[in-house]
């Protein structure tokens, strides 16, 4: 499996995916508006999608009490899936609240965009200052973690040792069994 994890934004829209040096981060950023805009997303998505060759995407939910523009914001999604979809690449959607909890141990406003930044710089190793980037790269891992191949000695944050478990190996398998409840589309 090659896990491609997307932050999907109408402005930066951020990916991370494995390359031959590692994991790569990078954004797709549109210049234009309204419909040149979405095709901007689309072709950005698709040179990503050609580069990674993935076979499954990690792609972000919306944040349902986000303010702006939401019917822009859902035809970026919108975009994004579609896109996939044409590749014939299956893809999770993952809420914003799991995520957090799966990156810092907690959901909701505590993990802001400055810890989800932080925890990506501190344990995933990220080098960027993006938010975008540093979440599509908690993505990617997050669906590595699922996969069974989670970063090399990343703590559970979504399992704690209140569990009875006391082996890393036997706190990830809990880990990967918690999430596996998550619906592919």
Do not use: C
Request: charged fraction near 20%.
């Amino acid at each position: 499996m090659r896990t491609l994890g997307i932050d999907g934004s109408l402005t930066s829209t951020g990916f991370a995916h494995p390359s031959a040096n590692g994991v790569v981060t990078g954004r797709i950023k549109p210049s234009s508006k309204g419909v040149e805009r979405l095709a901007a997303i689309r072709h950005g998505l698709s040179g990503v999608i050609g580069a990674a060759k993935p076979t499954r995407a990690f792609l972000e939910d919306y944040a349902m009490g986000a303010r702006g523009k939401t019917y822009n914001i859902g035809e970026g999604g919108g975009v994004l899936r579609l896109t996939l979809y044409d590749f014939g690449i299956p893809f999770t959607v993952v809420s914003p609240t799991t995520l957090k909890l799966f990156s810092t141990g907690y959901g909701g406003p505590a993990s802001s965009k400055d810890v989800m930044i932080a925890t990506a710089i501190h344990h995933f190793g990220f080098q960027g200052s993006s938010n975008d980037e540093a979440d599509a790269l908690l993505l990617y891992w997050f669906g590595e973690t699922l996969a069974g191949r989670p970063y090399p000695g990343w703590p559970n944050a979504l399992v704690t040792d209140n569990t009875g478990k006391r082996s890393q190996r036997e706190l990830r398998e809990a880990q990967v069994k918690s999430l596996q409840g998550l619906k592919a589309q």
